[in-house]
């Protein structure tokens, strides 16, 4: 999908990353002893640099266009194709079935019988809930560019 | 194949009310939760849901039983041969007193 939008709109991309190959991204100025780090932090910086790179290559940076105009028919002709393998995906998707439901158990009655949870264990998973809420919230965006831009149609 | 079905909740201790559930709709109802359709909907959605949690991509779900608890109840909840079992049972359990 991404390339057919390259080709409607005759976009060249240009990668926010410079270099996509990078594979250390800079850690807020702090030296680059990758072998002096526990391991896991390694691994944890690795995955965040590929989650990085990976949005990188799957973003079209649409402000940095030059666009070059297409011909009216030429326009058409696209939109019209798209629309023809838009129908054809929306009817393969209309058929799709849901998912059946899983066994969980050959004996329903003896597992709804059992004890239930204890309270201890109830408490201890309140627990990590609330801490996990209050990580998750503690979660925000830097963002250094501008996030809306214009997109130059001619 | 209903009396089969819900003979065994009827027994379960505790118990103040139970549901059968198939992709169709509601199989069985009785006590607090007899005709209560809503609480059938929302209970499939969140079984469905739990469902979908796998352990490094593990082909079976996690689970035997899911525990919607309250104050003074629970939710218990399984799945067998395509229905959903659902019984509500009292829960007494406080915080252990020490003595």
């Known amino acids: 999908a991404t390339c057919s939008f390259k080709m409607v709109c005759g976009i060249l991309v240009k990668p926010l990353i410079p270099d996509p190959n990078l594979n250390k991204i800079p850690t807020n100025g702090s030296d680059r002893n990758a072998d002096s780090l526990p391991s896991n932090r390694t691994d944890e910086q690795a995955l965040l640099t590929t989650i990085l790179q990976r949005t990188a290559l799957n973003i079209i940076d649409v402000s940095a266009v030059d666009s070059q105009g297409m011909e009216q028919h030429e326009y058409m002709d696209r939109a019209r194709q798209y629309s023809t393998k838009l129908d054809v995906l929306s009817r393969t998707l209309s058929q799709k079935k849901p998912v059946p439901l899983p066994s969980l158990s050959s004996q329903p009655h003896q597992v709804l019988a059992a004890d239930l949870v204890s309270y201890a264990d109830v408490q201890q998973v309140s627990k990590i809930a609330a801490y996990a809420y209050s990580a998750i919230s503690q979660i925000k965006v830097d963002a250094k560019e501008e996030l809306v831009v214009q997109f130059a149609i001619p | ?99």
């Open chain 2, 1 to 99: 194949m209903t009396t089969a079905l819900t003979q065994g909740l009827e027994r379960i201790p505790d118990q103040i009310g139970y549901l059968v559930i198939s992709e169709e709709g509601v199989l069985a109802s009785a006590g607090e939760l007899e005709n209560d359709e809503h609480t059938a909907g929302v209970i499939m959605q969140m079984v469905r849901t739990a469902c979908r949690f796998r352990l490094h991509g593990a082909a079976e779900p996690l689970f035997k039983r899911m525990s919607v608890m309250f104050e003074d109840y629970v939710y218990a909840v399984t799945i067998s041969g395509q229905k959903v079992f659902v019984v509500k049972r009292q829960n007494n359990q406080r915080e252990p007193v020490i003595v």
